[in-house]
């Protein structure tokens, strides 16, 4: 992957201005990041958010990020909130970009689901979930992660499309999640709004806390959804 091609990996098609940054681990993987908008403004994922969770959620610790200053949100915060060094995404040497993706094989998604909880970051909430994504390429995961400021964390499932994007896999077949704890899984209004934009008619999987599993389709889960082909610049 290329960072030209990381640009064309940003889900922009309201305001036409990609954005995209660049996370490196205490263990040297690189992790990519794209801005993600949202048809509801405050939903929209910038790409230094995304290129941090996308490393944390595989269980890395972010050690410095690439960025482009103009393009990404609240810096100040993300150096602050990891102890990050903060590059220009001029000075990442191309050669060494190469990210990977981990791979999930399709029988074992309930036990990958139940694994994946020890890497949520529920710092506040204590309460773990897990998501992955089914797509052609695999399976995505993601887990919650919640940091110093509340609103600047993130659900599973925000987690696992966000990282998906971040790779250039746009199409997905299906949602799997799964929470430790609670009466029934379910995702909450900000990530179906989120799954109906980029999954318009597809399987949510629920994997609910007493072992018991049921299914659903993102458009059930959000009925007369906003959503207009007038909207979308491309
Ligand atoms: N959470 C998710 O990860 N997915 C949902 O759809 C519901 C809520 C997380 C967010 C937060 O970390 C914790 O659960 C409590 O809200």
């Not at 990041?33 to 958010?49: D, M």
């Not at 690439?66 to 993300?78: D, G, H, L, R």
């Not at 994997?207 to 059930?220: C, E, L």
């Amino acid at each position: 992957m290329t960072l030209k091609d990381l640009q064309t990996y940003s889900y922009v098609p309201y305001s036409e201005t990609p954005g995209i940054s660049v996370v490196r681990s205490q263990g040297d993987g690189f992790f990519p990041g794209v801005r993600i908008e949202n048809a509801s403004f405050p939903l929209t994922i910038n790409s230094l958010q995304s290129a941090l969770f996308n490393c944390i959620s595989e269980g890395e610790k972010p050690k410095a990020a690439y960025i482009n200053p103009e393009q990404s949100c609240n810096i100040e915060f993300w150096k602050s909130e990891y102890g990050l060094w903060i590059y220009d995404l001029e000075e990442l040497d191309e050669s060494k970009f190469t990210p990977i993706l981990m791979q999930i094989k399709s029988d074992q998604t309930p036990k990958k689901l139940h694994e994946l909880l020890g890497q949520a970051q529920p710092i506040y909430s204590d309460f773990p979930v897990s998501a992955l994504l089914e797509t052609e390429q695999g399976f995505i995961s993601g887990v919650n992660i919640e940091c110093s400021e509340w609103s600047y964390g993130l659900c599973a499932e925000r987690v696992a499309l966000s990282k998906a994007l971040a790779y250039g896999i746009e199409t997905f077949k299906a949602i799997h999640i799964h929470t430790r704890d609670g009466e029934f899984s379910s995702p909450c209004g900000a990530c179906r709004q989120v799954l109906v934009e980029h999954m318009k008619d597809q399987q949510v999987h629920l994997y609910h806390a007493d072992g018991t599993n049921s299914q659903h389709f993102t458009s059930d889960l959000l009925p007369y959804s906003f959503h207009s082909s007038k909207l979308k610049k491309k």
